[in-house]
């Protein structure tokens, strides 16, 4: 339940009719004299309606709900403020472009509507609590004439295959943020980047880690600024000890929006070929195949002794477009029991079915829905987004049903499955709804302190890795306990 957050802040004046707030110029705690490093802190006002917040909202109906009530709690705060509000902004409306999500297509958008009034641009997930006049006192210690890329950083403890294995002699030494915590840009970075984005194509094709490619971006191999740390953002729990201090602090809980998706209404897929039935299948059957109630595994070769199920269609290296889509086709069928969701995994994928079904609670199977970790691809150039196969994609019945009718077809066998289904999607006008929770990649491969606020459903590949005890670690359901009946009941009138 989000609680109303005291406003009063020691330090600051509150002017009800312009709010001004004032600081006195005093120490960052910091030596270095370095553009990027100094906390400026200067004689001079910030108006709370120079700073526009960006809530980076999804278009599924459950994130609207979100997003919204993120936005009703801002501006309920800035209200007993000020009479004029700061503009909150919900990123999925702000254009017709599905790739907005990305951001930077989006800054000349941001450049032109706020350029020359604002002065900060803080960006939001729909689940980070903000302390207004905390963060408007954040705010006011830097030159807000000046570039600044504000957040809490992230850092990779080795080099990653989701980072192209950048800085692979020294991957901690770059810094992201998380966007959890909140970030900001000042307005003349904001500026000078879209210009930049104007008048220079975006060069990825591939969207796969965006607070990493923003940071990328950003930092322009050293000719841009690096991100300042800010210690007042941050992700601790609200009602925490050590978040007395912070201007911005997250639930650590999953979503719970009311009694979990049974599992007689999750059917799951598991994509296989036969050199990896004993290599592979085992896994999955020592960990999480007992919490699925309708589970088939689908193989270029039919094993009894699993069992698995041949498609009729040949096995290849990658892509596996022409298997999924006849797994697709199976489940409307009448061969499998009719159930409301679908899951397809890999063989290597680990997943916490009872966490699932927390997050499926959230989501309307009578909606066209399509959920797991979201990749984008060409996005700059009116590309797509996608959900991203190894982490497990799911699909609300209605979904299949759509894109089977709208005649979508592989190309080929070895087709990606995933990113023809993504270019499906577009061409329906249906999202790719993201969750962070979902991983393509394993543990060892995000920063340390983004997962420490996660309650992970997924991870993918088993290289360098003992999977069954990476299964236990981070996925094996110690979290049921949690979601009684009263925590249940507490998200129903939240939701």
Request: include cysteine.
């Amino acid at each position: 339940m989000l609680t109303h957050v005291e406003h009063k802040v020691a330090g600051c004046l509150v002017f009800l009719s312009f709010f001004h707030i004032d600081f006195a110029a005093g120490s960052s705690g910091k030596g270095s004299e370095s553009r990027d490093d100094m906390h400026v802190i200067h004689d001079s006002q910030l108006d709370l309606r120079e700073i526009v917040f960006v809530i980076q909202s999804q278009s599924n109906s459950f994130h609207v709900r979100q997003a919204e009530r993120r936005r009703a709690d801002l501006l309920k705060q800035a209200l007993s403020l000020t009479e004029k509000p700061p503009v909150v902004s919900l990123l999925h409306s702000l254009s017709d472009n599905e790739g907005d999500w990305s951001i930077l297509p989006l800054l000349p958008h941001l450049s032109y509507s706020f350029g020359k009034n604002s002065s900060w641009i803080v960006f939001l997930e729909e689940e980070t609590n903000v302390k207004m006049t905390k963060l408007v006192q954040v705010l006011a210690k830097f030159d807000k004439n000046k570039e600044w890329f504000l957040g809490k950083p992230l850092h990779d403890a080795e080099s990653t295959i989701i980072h192209h294995y950048a800085f692979a002699e020294n991957p901690s030494v770059f810094k992201y943020p998380d966007f959890a915590a909140a970030w900001a840009l000042s307005i003349p970075l904001v500026v000078r980047l879209a210009n930049k984005v104007k008048d220079e194509p975006l060069k990825s094709d591939f969207t796969i880690d965006l607070k990493h490619e923003i940071a990328l971006y950003i930092w322009d191999d050293g000719r841009g600024p690096h991100l300042v740390a800010v210690p007042e953002l941050c992700t601790e729990p609200e009602d925490s000890p050590q978040a007395q201090h912070c201007a911005t602090t997250l639930s650590t809980d999953p979503p719970l929006c009311g009694e979990l998706v049974d599992k007689e209404e999750i059917f799951v897929a598991v994509k296989t070929c036969q050199k990896f039935h004993s290599e592979r299948v085992p896994v999955i059957k020592k960990t999480w195949e007992k919490d699925a109630l309708f589970l088939e595994y689908y193989s270029d070769h039919a094993d009894p002794s699993i069992p698995t199920i041949n498609l009729g269609v040949p096995n290849t290296e990658r892509g596996h477009c022409g298997k999924t889509f006849a797994i697709l086709e199976r489940f409307l069928s009448s061969a499998v029991p009719k159930t409301k969701w679908l899951l397809v995994v890999d063989d290597d994928t680990l997943i916490s079915l009872s966490r699932l079904q927390v997050l499926l609670s959230c989501y309307d199977p009578s909606e066209p829905v399509c959920l797991g970790e979201r990749y984008g691809y060409g996005l700059s150039q009116g590309g797509y987004s996608y959900i991203t196969g190894g982490g497990g994609m799911v699909f609300s019945r209605e979904a299949v049903v759509q894109l089977l009718n709208s005649g979508c077809k592989c190309y080929s066998n070895d087709a990606p499955d995933d990113m023809v289904l993504g270019m499906c999607l577009n061409a329906l006008g249906l999202p790719a709804t993201h969750s962070p929770l979902f991983h393509q990649a394993r543990p060892e491969d995000y920063a340390r302190d983004f997962l420490a606020h996660q309650v992970p459903i997924s991870f993918h590949k088993h290289w360098n890795i003992d999977p069954i005890a990476v299964y236990n670690k981070w996925l094996k359901d110690d979290w049921r306990a949690k979601s009684s009946d009263g925590l249940n009941k507490s998200a129903k009138t939240e939701l």
